[in-house]
């Protein structure tokens, strides 16, 4: 499980909120729309390893039809509840795989529902992590940079460190998609450890 406490002796932390008393609401997305996705995976083992002080929920980008202007008028109200997800979140985390070095057709979909209509950027403000895993030998770092890029125009405060890319994820993984390489889980525990204290830095900002 995730242990919180010592994040009351960080800077970040202390800049808005006594850390012991908050529930960090995280969104998580990810980019994968697949049945036994590793990058759903992570976000699955994300979950697992939170206390009480802080909460997990993974988004549903599944079933949102592809972004054209001509509907903004009349949202589909699967993307109303996903803007209101967002917008409800204290923090933001990515799992993301490589299509073609870049972020999935499914994810850029999303984060233009979630930055549209024009003046209603749901992504607006809010901290992020991004992590990634990909059957390949680079764990899907292109699409992270892709990513990256991407949130800069959104004004989303994307963390820099640490970093997680899980390459030749098919080992990483056991048959029922939890983690099984405990190096992996570290990392990914320390990634939502900096993600709650990032969030701190950014709301007290």
Request: hydrophobic content about 40%; glycine content about 6%.
């Amino acid at each position: 499980m995730l242990d919180l406490s010592h994040l009351r002796h960080n800077p970040f932390a202390q800049l808005c909120f006594d850390i012991r008393g908050i529930q960090l609401r995280i969104l998580g997305v990810s980019g994968s729309t697949r049945k036994g996705s590793y990058n759903t995976a992570l976000l699955n083992e994300a979950k697992l390893l939170l206390t009480s002080d802080a909460t997990v929920e993974i988004a549903d980008i599944s079933n949102f039809p592809l972004y054209s202007q001509d509907l903004e008028s009349d949202l589909p109200e699967n993307v109303k509840a996903f803007k209101s997800l967002v917008r409800r979140a204290d923090a933001l985390l990515f799992a993301t795989p490589e299509h073609n070095r870049s972020i999935s057709a499914a994810l850029k979909n999303a984060i233009e529902w979630g930055n549209r209509p024009a003046g209603d950027n749901s992504w607006d403000g809010k901290p992020a992590a991004i992590i990634s895993a990909s059957t390949g030998p680079r764990g899907a770092v292109r699409s992270q940079l892709t990513l990256r890029q991407i949130l800069v125009d959104l004004n989303v405060y994307a963390m820099n460190k640490p970093e997680l890319y899980v390459p030749n994820a098919q080992q990483v993984f056991d048959g029922d998609l939890r983690l099984k390489d405990e190096r992996v889980r570290a990392t990914l525990k320390s990634v939502l450890e900096n993600l709650v204290a990032w969030s701190a830095a950014i709301r007290g900002m």
